[in-house]
């Protein structure tokens, strides 16, 4: 395939990400979601968990399943899959039906982000550039959050004529994207990967592969440093609005201009990382951005203080935006024989997600501080990996 070929192909491709982005949209969603039902804080944080336990759960089955239909294939049923469960809440509203769009949202979202990521290996065949086109997934991804509260909004202001009751009407509009994402990587030539045929698939198989993989020490480090990751985006995402509301009485809607500060701050963070990575060592990189990033998070939790609370909240999202690209090449770059399976595991720890209800959980018993020192001890964690690593 030449370039400009290549260049056409990889555009679907990184669309993709945009619909990668939609499992962010938990955190404000959570907001409306407990408004409408009555939900406790602790009740609110079983929403990433009803989304991201899906990724635990289909990781490495899924990784295995894509040796059989391949990438390109698995990513069209991952939006299939998104399409039917945003189309639920039109056919029935209520507390299940939306949990259920969750859950779908959940499964969806876990089949793509393992056949996503190794897809775009198909269109970019230099190593030295593979880092920094996942960094490029992830800005758009980064948009993808951004726009997402944007989405919601939409939902109650346009579509709902500012009815906070119409919020769920956010789930078409994504299942909408979804669709057009699909039917451009379905009419784009895509160069295919060798299919791996296994003589086993069964789950007794997945679980010998991911005893196998695991037993590697540097795969076990990056799979946690992929947990604890998403479990701080997800976190913060789920926290912000929840700050501003908690601490300064914000109403809901202006609550939401915490989450657009994260995911600002992460896209301006992934934009900026994208470029530097390919100019220094993105272990560097990791261990400059990771110190930074637990300072943000230890004063968020004992700064009472609208401004420093926002710049706290927009620096964790500014200094974690890599984390979960270079933890994924360093992994992939680790065992490259393995690309589909590896792939399948480190998306299964993106169940980090469910972290969220024990932030929820601290929040409800200890107020901000104790949802804020959760964050903290996940980057805690990424700061360990940053410095026990070693580049492939």
Known sequence: MNKRKSVWAALPVLFGFFVMGFCDIVGISSDYAASAFGWSPTMAGLIPS?????FFLLGVPVGLLMNRLGRKNTVLLSMAVTIVGMALPLIHYDSAMILTAYALLGIGNAILQVSLNPLLQNVVTDEKLLTSSLTAGQVVKAVSSFVGPFIVLAAVNWFGGGDEGQWYLCFPI??????????????????????IQH???SLTYSFSLLTSLLSDK???LLFFGIFFAVGTDVSTNFLSSKVMISRFAYTKEAAGVAPQVYFVCRTIGAFIGMFLMARMSEIKFFRLNIIACLVF???LAFISHPALNFISIGGIGFCCSCVFPIIYGLA?????????EIS?????????????????AANEQAGIMGGALVIAAEIAYLTYCAYFVKSA
């Open 50 to 54: 009803v989304v991201f336990v899906w």
């Open 297 to 299: 998070a230890l004063a």
């Open 332 to 340: 992939l770059k680790s065992r490259p024989d393995k690309g589909n």
């Open 218 to 220: 540097t795969i076990l």
């Open 344 to 360: 399948g595991l480190m998306i299964m720890a993106v169940a980090g997600g469910t972290v969220s209800f024990l932030v929820g």
């Open 174 to 195: 994504m299942g909408a994207i979804t669709l057009v994402s699909g039917l451009w990587l379905l009419f784009t030539p895509v160069p295919k990967e060798e299919i």
């Open 199 to 201: 003589k086993d698939n």
